[in-house]
Structure formats: C-alpha cells, structure tokens
C-alpha cells in the first residue's frame, strides 16, 4: 500500500510556480582583464641554527662575570655565618 503511493507520487509531476527568467538572469560583465591567480609564498623550511662561537673577547667577559659572581655569593656565605654566629652568641648569653 505505501509502496503504491510512493510510486504513484514519483510519477505524478510536481507542480512547482513558474518563475520568469527575465528576473533569475543576470546582466554579464564584460571581462577586461584576465585574471591571474594570486601566489600564494610557500613556508619555507626552517634554517638550520648554527652555534654562534664565542669569541675570545666574550669569553673573557664571561669569566670575568662569573668571578664577580662567584665573590658575590662567597660574601652573602659570610654574612650568613656571621648572623648565625652572632645568634648563637646571644643564646649563649642568656
């Protein structure tokens, strides 16, 4: 039964409203220049990273910067031990 309808349906024209093709066509453009497709860069690879070698120059300043570093963190050790020198003094005291 639904079968019959079902091809009763597909044969029976659909009746749909007619539209004027004046209103659906559009005027043309005349074409004055052709137009060329845009390039588009392709990514490049990545450049390989060479180290930059240090020259002598900067590796003196280097080492220089590491001395005064290292002579920093020796005076902050110092301190350190006084306080807690000193601290400990006190204790005794009392």
């Given amino acids: 039964m639904i079968q019959r309808q079902k091809k009763q ?6 009746e749909q ?11 043309e453009e005349p074409v004055l220049a052709v137009e ?14 060479y180290k930059r070698r ?7 300043q280097l080492r220089e910067q590491m001395k005064k570093v290292r002579e920093i963190k020796k005076e902050r050790v110092e301190e350190k031990k006084n306080i807690l020198d000193a ?8």
């Fill in 17 to 27: 409203p007619i539209v004027q093709q004046e209103e659906v066509e559009e005027e």
């Fill in 87 to 94: 601290l400990a003094k006190e204790k005794e005291r009392y």
């Fill in 9 to 14: 349906a597909k044969s029976e024209p659909i």
């Fill in 54 to 60: 240090v020259t002598d120059e900067r590796r003196e």
């Fill in 36 to 49: 060329k497709p845009v390039e588009v860069p392709v990514a490049e690879a990545p450049k390989k990273v």
